[in-house]
């Protein structure tokens, strides 16, 4: 189906605020206001195909999530460009590109259909109350579409999310640690919708830091490692690759060189 998202030369530094335990208060309020320059992205480089399922895999602070935000516009490069379909994404309006994060902001006091309403306001999409009644059936929520969020199951708020991407219908949707801090059952439900989803040819780019989800759920991966991506390709040519028996293995010498 050919590329639809290109990662050229993407780069991101933070500044870390130094601090240091010093007895006088004049030495350490001297140097307490040192930065640490950070290197959160390095260099990136990446093609997405269309309709795959592509894991991004890699330790907490590896550069995952700064990847996926810059993705959704929440922030920017320092250098580099993201196309989607040949078009540079930070020349569209945030509403009006098509991807989408699966997290969502959390209203309490908000029902499902006052919630989905505020998303639909915020990417721009025109959607009745009949549309939500027949999204809200779909995940299996018009039962409960009334009672406020915080009484929803961490379940119920995997299938709203859900709710939220069958509405904005996007050709890309992103996914972090996506079952993390979930139970099983709701863990399980999230596997197979990201599944789902590629039946539906749409485009799912996941991170975790869990190598057996990653290789359960995913068609190629991307090992990334300290803001750089080490290593691409499907699991099973990485670990022929590395002489491994198994994916956890192969990561393993991935990142210890």
Do not use: W
């Not at 195909?49 to 935000?69: S, V, Y």
């Not at 505020?118 to 990417?123: D, M, Q, S, T, V």
């Not at 090992?223 to 002489?243: A, M």
Request: charged share 30%; aromatic share 8%.
């Amino acid at each position: 189906m050919g590329t639809i998202l290109k990662f050229r030369n993407i780069s991101k530094v933070f500044f870390r605020k130094e601090t240091h335990p010093m007895t006088f208060n004049f030495i350490y309020d001297s140097i307490s206001n040192k930065k640490k320059k950070f290197s959160a992205l390095d260099n990136i480089n990446l093609d997405i195909e269309e309709g795959e399922i592509f894991g991004l895999i890699g330790q907490n602070g590896a550069g995952k999530t700064t990847l996926l935000r810059i993705l959704s516009q929440i922030i920017i490069p320092d250098s580099g460009k993201i196309f989607f379909k040949n078009k540079n994404i930070f020349s569209y309006k945030k509403s009006k590109y098509n991807i989408v994060p699966s997290d969502m902001a959390i209203f309490d006091l908000f029902d499902a259909r006052m919630t989905l309403k505020f998303y639909a306001e915020i990417y721009n999409k025109k959607i009745t109350n009949e549309n939500i009644i027949e999204i809200l059936k779909k995940v299996t929520l018009n039962d409960v579409s009334s009672l406020p969020i915080n009484r929803y199951s961490t379940g119920m708020i995997q299938k709203l999310k859900f709710a939220k991407i069958i509405m904005l219908d996007p050709k890309i949707i992103l996914f972090d640690e996506p079952t993390s801090a979930l139970d099983i059952v709701a863990s399980d439900m999230t596997r197979k919708n990201i599944k789902e989803l590629k039946k539906q040819n749409k485009t799912v780019i996941v991170t975790s830091h869990d190598m057996k989800e990653i290789a359960n759920i995913c068609d190629r991966v991307g090992i990334i490692d300290k803001g750089k991506i080490i290593k691409i390709g499907k699991i099973n040519d990485i670990i022929k690759e590395t002489k491994s028996k198994k994916f956890e293995e192969a990561y393993l010498k991935l990142i210890s060189k």
